[in-house]
């Protein structure tokens, strides 16, 4: 089995960027549940999340979480925002690349697969601490860490990509065949998607969390689900 941490950006307070009628840190966790439950649903991996209700967490709080056990992976899910005009997807690695960078680029490989236009896959070094990463949790936490940006929130077009339940699915579903692909896994062509939540009401509660999702496996799911 491996240990995936997934880490929704933002949350609670901190809405993350804001976009056309939309928050980012809604879409970072609907993006980040479709992806959980697809890890778990193939069998080969133990997931925990940062977050999986809409609630605050601090950069330092998901480093430590990362830190307790030894993870295989790092996923930071965002959504990006500047000036309207921008657009496309960008995926930040470790400027020490390895396998950071060898997931960050089958990740926008398989972004590219969902017609999305990749911006750029890259490394940022902090000016403070020289030869570390500028952004935190690249530079914190244990397992290789890769933060996706798949498009621009503010952007009336790049937000197309991700306004409704099946497109953010699409994303999610490139992010689990990329981690597939970074092991070895087979990845079948047409995921025979289907939800763990019983119908999309429930799934709403726990987008909306009125219900909490627990997360390591699909046994928790499936006893949270029947309760
Ligand atoms: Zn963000």
Do not use: W
């Not at 193939?42 to 990362?66: H, I, P, S, Y």
């Amino acid at each position: 089995m491996y240990n995936i941490f997934i880490s929704p950006g933002h949350g609670g307070t901190d809405s993350g960027a804001i976009g056309i009628d939309a928050y980012e840190k809604d879409i970072n966790l609907s993006v980040s549940l479709y992806l959980h439950e697809m890890l778990i649903k193939n069998g080969n991996f133990n997931v925990v999340m940062a977050r999986n209700t809409d609630k605050t967490v601090q950069l330092f709080e998901r480093a430590l979480m990362e830190n307790e056990i030894k993870h295989d992976l790092c996923i930071c899910i965002h959504h990006n925002a500047v000036n309207g005009n921008a657009f496309g997807a960008e995926v930040i690695h470790s400027v020490n690349g390895g396998p950071g960078k060898y997931l960050a680029e089958l990740i926008a490989e398989e972004f590219k697969k969902n017609g999305q236009f990749i911006r750029r896959v890259f490394s940022e070094e902090s000016k403070v601490y020289r030869g570390k990463d500028k952004l935190y949790m690249i530079r914190y936490t244990k397992a290789p860490c890769v933060i996706t940006e798949y498009c621009f929130i503010d952007n009336k077009t790049d937000i197309l990509y991700v306004n409704d339940g099946t497109k953010r699915k699409a994303e999610a579903t490139a992010i689990f065949r990329a981690i597939c692909r970074y092991f070895g896994l087979s990845v079948e062509e047409e995921l025979d998607y289907k939800s763990l939540y019983e119908n999309e009401a429930q799934r709403i509660a726990v987008l909306e969390g009125k219900l909490e999702v627990l997360n390591k496996s699909l046994m928790d799911i499936v006893n949270f689900i029947m309760k």
